[in-house]
């Protein structure tokens, strides 16, 4: 869980570092987050404090919340662990006292609102604050203003539409997961959470409710039937917490009181003691494996934005060109050189153990092989499943001896499942080589100066790796295809042979075993019915195959991937670069090597783009691999 967390926070300290936003980012609006919306007054500060179990967000009437605060909660094992809090703007100064969190909250809110034209009472541009706590979940949350229905005295006209548009920009993306806070005390039917909410998910799928002030609800009353899902339902449901009110801020009750009050609180009630989904700490467990669940899901979608976005970030700078003295042959030289030091570099990764080989030899020993025994051949394999699958493909003729129709459709069924791992075992071994050039590159001095010949020998390298990803693919394919356009029918002659009155006990039986790893012809089916035992031994049979062809694919889709995809990689990385290069014009290679002042300003605007787009990929390369 750390490292999921660890890895959205550092994505969104890019995307600050970038300057954008939710809204006007697609790369933010992309991040799973979980942001929390709710009415002034509503609880929502009170359940963001109780969720950490500080004192630290800014309080008062009217607008409290004038920026969205992107609040990272990094859980530490350590139980005695010191709590603090770091802030993006000043990175490397901790703040122990959480009054002084909550007063630069404040400051730096007024540093931003005071510095924009037209002194605009509330701005989209988020504060990031992260807590390290024993005391917190592993969570990232979005804390947005406070939505109102009406200005109040001091407050701009269009402070209503202000804050709605805001909240819609953080909201309205498919990977926001909207936190709805309303108090239970008030009319669910005009409250501003959910009618927000309810614009950008209609279908309730990214929605989840949070009840508050559930103590102080008219007497008589009370919301059992939303926390059950009878009424206002949400696809991810509603839970009921007890906060601390005013009185009690006033009394400064500690949060571990305050936590202990709300246990008591739904303890004594007759309608909610046998409800799980009350309380702070579920609410804390339940966001936490919500939002790394949906951040897992959205990863590849995540790298391929990310990687399409260096191609093209790439593409741009080279098409911007360098300046360098020299003539042609120095200038070839030189490439042709740099090119060499890469791909020895690449070479010399690939052949060594940690951080190379032994990544890919992890893909086929670990991950490969997990991944094949994790299938649900038993969904297959179950009797129901069998005679069903039999029915089907005997049609309106059964059967007369054995099923063939069905042994056939069963075992193509088997082979069905073997594709997806397989495949898996390619497009990780692609990640991994992809990895490793970045890492060649950056090992090569020389290299770091020419922005434009990087490009160009990344660029090159991943269209390497991605035909060879395809040859691989094709042949992997081909290699699962095969086993069901023939299937071994000695296998099954032995096996009838074996099962037979009239075998030879003087020859050894055939070992033939299950994926469950039980001997085949060992099995008995005494306690069965006729009929069920039939099926049982079908069932058996098509495991035994199925088994014989797993261990077969565990052999050989090593062998295609090394074969199609990282030998060739070893010879031929940088082979068609070096190519091109070789019949280039002086002018072509001086762009490559050349810096041109006139367009230095947006060459660095878009390197940084780049460079942080490219620690973007490598954060998610080190989650993932």
């Not at 804390?284 to 897992?296: M, R």
């Not at 089907?392 to 003729?397: I, T, V």
């Not at 060459?603 to 990929?617: F, G, I, P, V, Y």
């Amino acid at each position: 869980m750390e490292r999921v967390v660890g890895l959205v926070n550092k994505l969104q300290q890019i995307c600050t570092q970038l300057g954008d936003t939710a809204g006007n980012s697609i790369l933010v609006d992309k991040l799973s987050s979980i942001v929390v919306v709710g009415g002034q007054s509503s609880g929502k500060s009170s359940v963001l404090e109780a969720v950490v179990g500080r004192d630290f967000l800014p309080r008062g009437t009217g607008i409290v919340t004038r920026r969205p605060l992107v609040l990272n909660l990094v859980h530490v094992d350590d139980e005695k662990a010191a709590e603090y809090g770091e802030f993006m703007h000043r990175q490397g100064q901790k703040f122990f006292d959480f009054d002084k969190i909550r007063q630069e909250i404040e400051d730096e809110t007024e540093r931003l609102l005071r510095n924009q034209p037209g002194h605009k009472a509330v701005s989209p541009v988020p504060i990031y604050l992260t807590v390290y706590s024993p005391l917190v979940p592993n969570l990232t949350l979005v804390d947005m203003p406070g939505l109102t229905k009406v200005p109040i005295d001091g407050q701009p006209l269009s402070i209503v539409q202000d804050l709605e548009e805001m909240c819609r920009q953080y909201i309205k993306g498919d990977n926001a997961i909207v936190l709805a806070v309303t108090p239970a005390n008030a009319d669910l039917a005009t409250s501003d959470a959910l009618r927000i909410a309810r614009e950008v998910d209609p279908t309730g799928d990214r929605t989840i409710g949070v009840l508050t002030k559930v103590d102080i609800m008219d007497k008589g009353t009370d919301c059992r039937e939303i926390l059950l899902g009878k009424s206002l339902r949400l696809k991810h449901g509603w839970v009921a917490v007890v906060n601390r009110g005013q009185a009690d801020i006033n009394k400064k009750m500690t949060m571990v009181d305050a936590r202990g009050k709300e246990q008591e609180f739904f303890k004594g009630m007759d309608q909610y003691r046998d409800l799980e989904n009350i309380g702070t700490d579920y609410l804390s467990k339940k966001l936490s494996t919500h939002l790394i669940n949906e951040i897992t899901r959205k990863l590849p979608e995540i790298q391929g934005y990310i990687d399409k976005t260096i191609h093209d970030y790439q593409s741009q700078l080279k098409a911007l060109g360098h300046d360098v003295t020299g003539n042609r042959g120095k200038m070839l030289h030189l490439i042709l050189t740099i090119c060499q030091k890469v791909e020895k570099a690449f070479n010399k990764i690939v052949d060594g153990g940690e951080g190379g080989g032994e990544r890919v030899l992890e893909v086929f020993d670990v991950k490969l092989k997990e991944a094949i025994h994790k299938l649900p051949f038993d969904k297959i394999l179950t009797l129901k499943n069998v005679r069903n699958t039999i029915n089907e493909a005997d049609g309106y003729q059964p059967h007369i001896i054995a099923p063939e129709a069905g042994y056939r459709r069963l075992i193509e069924d088997g082979l069905t499942l073997l594709r997806d791992p397989s495949a898996r075992a390619v497009e990780q071994t692609h990640q991994i080589l992809k990895s490793i050039v970045t890492q060649a590159i950056n090992q090569v001095t020389e290299l770091q100066r020419f922005v434009n010949l990087k490009s160009e020998i990344l660029a090159h390298s991943a269209v390497t790796l991605d035909r060879l990803k395809e040859s691989s693919e094709a042949t992997v394919r081909t290699l699962v295809d095969m086993e069901g356009s023939y299937l071994s029918a000695n296998f099954f002659r032995e096996i009838v042979a074996a099962e037979s009155f009239s075998y030879d006990p003087s020859r050894p039986k055939p070992q033939f075993v299950t994926l469950n790893g039980e001997i085949l012809l060992e099995k008995r089916y005494d306690g069965l019915s006729a009929a069920d035992a039939h099926l049982a031994r079908i069932s058996d049979h098509v495991s035994a195959y199925l088994q014989i062809v797993r261990s077969q694919l565990l052999a050989t889709v090593p062998k295609a991937v090394v074969h199609c995809t990282v030998v060739p990689a070893k010879d031929n990385l940088l082979a068609e670069l070096q190519e091109e290069v070789a019949g280039k014009e002086e002018d072509q290679l001086r762009r490559l090597l050349n810096e041109n002042e006139e367009v230095a300003r947006q060459r660095d605007s878009l390197q940084k783009r780049l460079t942080l787009m490219e620690r973007a990929a490598r954060e998610i390369m080190a989650f993932r691999v």
